[in-house]
């Protein structure tokens, strides 16, 4: 890459100041809409049943293509665009609901994942005490395709400057995207945690590490892998990010070790959502009464340590959001959040699931705004690159609240989810109640998004991004976003699941 279009790219993504939370919230806003639409089209017309050529490519259009739009041509008009989308879904919803089609034959039901080995005794019906969470997939799959556009949208100017990363302080939609990718890994992560509860007594700390070793090491590998990339290709970088070696990867990579450290801190404060406000909040104080803050920002770069203190020491704000998205999983995952309820009163759990997440919701929220209110609080900045308390509450608020409207939309649409009376009717209603484009991004989720790295790196080696207009940028990220979804769902559709 010539030394002088290396500069440009590198200043077109430096020194940025970000946006309006109420703006990303406006832009965001798109996906949950678009499910909405979705929805309607399933559940009153049975748009999607069967899946066949015209279903797949509106469930494309529908799902990433109005993320698309939202990022970009839409992204000083988000408001007409969610209002674009859901004025057809309510039009839709106030006609008459279509005639359940004839089935010759019952298809294959896609097998989702379950978790049959932690079974609890005498189970009704052989349903999972982990179930099939519908909105779940929904909110990760919607996530992870906001990831992989803007990761290579953010190469054009038909991207907005304020959606790409902060330099230092404020808020953006790629800011709180990283963050909400640690945040939804957590989330899914409290499977796991829940199974080793349903034994007697935790594992020791050296088998845990172990464990953690193994999820670990590929991710370091990738992060080796891209490190020697990045640098063998001389590919533009923004240092200000991770610092001069570190990349995401590497944050993703020891993330395992400290969990399985923080689950004997669980012995003793058995709150997740506690342990990560007491990490956030000793973090915050280290930031505002040390000499830390002002070594990240300013220190000169002489050594390994502060050639890569930002993807160090951000590490710390990055654990606190995985350890809050455990703290949801562990009311979100259970079938049974209300233990004092029947178990087979699936309207009485979701009420109480739906009440749970509001609450949390609310909680997150009133924490991030008395950080950040100079009047009657801390009058703390959201800042990306330390990984501050700000922006760690500010990143659970926004996910928590996220999952509260998929659960609300699924409720709503889809009740026959949670009030299935056996385990292969629930499999069943699960099936009809999701997106097979959402399905797939969530199914092989950090696959995907490691080749849209790869495919963002090919596009920025043998494309002028920086000199494309508006249509030939459009051309390229709808063809880029065409490509990741079409890989998505062949391996969702040959039943391959990547595991790194």
């Not at 203190?309 to 704000?317: H, L, M, P, Q, T």
């Amino acid at each position: 890459m010539a030394n002088s279009y290396k500069a440009l790219k590198e200043d077109f993504v430096s020194n940025l100041t970000g946006g309006e939370i109420l703006e990303i919230n406006y832009v965001t806003a798109i996906a949950p809409a678009a499910v909405v639409l979705w929805s309607v089209l399933q559940s009153r017309q049975s748009f999607f049943s069967p899946y066949g050529p015209a279903a797949s490519a509106a469930d494309f259009l529908i799902n990433c293509g109005a993320i698309l739009l939202a990022t970009t041509l839409y992204s000083s008009a988000p408001l007409l665009l969610n209002a674009l989308t859901i004025s057809p879904a309510l039009l839709l919803y106030f006609l008459p609901a279509a005639t359940p089609r004839y089935k010759k034959a019952k298809p294959p039901i896609r097998k989702f994942p379950t978790d049959s080995s932690v079974q609890s005794p005498g189970f009704e019906h052989g349903k999972d005490p982990l179930p099939i969470r519908p909105f779940l997939t929904t909110y990760r799959g919607a996530m992870m395709i906001v990831t992989c556009i803007a990761i290579l949208a953010v190469d054009f100017k038909v991207f907005p400057r304020r959606f790409a990363k902060v330099e230092n302080w404020g808020t953006s939609l790629m800011d709180l995207g990283v963050g909400s990718f640690v945040f939804s890994a957590g989330l899914v992560s409290a499977r796991s945690l829940f199974k080793e509860s349903l034994t007697p007594r935790l594992a020791a700390l050296h088998r845990r590490l172990l464990r953690s070793a193994r999820h670990s090491l590929p991710l370091l590998v990738l992060g080796l892998v891209r490190l020697y990339s990045v640098k063998g290709l001389d590919y533009a970088e923004h240092v200000t990010e991770y610092g001069v070696h570190w990349n995401f990867f590497f944050t993703l990579a020891f993330i395992p070790p400290f969990v399985a450290l923080f689950q004997s801190a669980f012995q003793i404060i058995p709150s997740y959502a506690i342990l990560s406000i007491l990490l956030g909040a000793t973090y915050q104080a280290g930031l505002e009464f040390t000499d830390l803050k002002a070594y990240i920002l300013t220190a000169p770069r002489t050594d390994l340590l502060s050639k890569n203190r930002e993807g160090v020491f951000s590490f710390f704000g990055y654990l606190a959001i995985f350890l809050a998205g455990q703290a949801t999983g562990m009311y979100v995952l259970p079938r049974d959040i209300k233990p004092d309820k029947k178990r087979s009163d699936g309207g009485e759990q979701r009420k109480a699931l739906l009440l749970t997440l509001a609450g949390w919701s609310a909680i997150w929220t009133f924490l991030f705004m008395f950080t950040t209110q100079y009047k009657y609080g801390l009058g703390l900045q959201v800042s990306r690159r330390l990984a501050n308390l700000p922006y760690f509450l500010w990143v659970t608020a926004f996910n928590c609240c996220q999952l509260t409207l998929f659960c609300l939309i699924e409720t709503f649409f889809f009740p026959s989810v949670y009030t299935a009376v056996d385990k292969t009717t629930e499999n069943e209603k699960c099936d009809e109640a999701t997106s097979k484009v959402l399905h797939a991004y969530n199914r092989n989720g950090l696959a995907i998004f490691l080749l849209a790295n790869l495919l963002t790196g090919l596009v920025n080696l043998t494309l002028p991004t920086l000199h494309m207009g508006r249509l030939q940028a459009m051309g390229v990220l709808v063809a880029y976003a065409a490509t990741l979804t079409g890989v998505a769902v062949t391996l969702d559709v040959y039943n391959i699941s990547v595991k790194l």
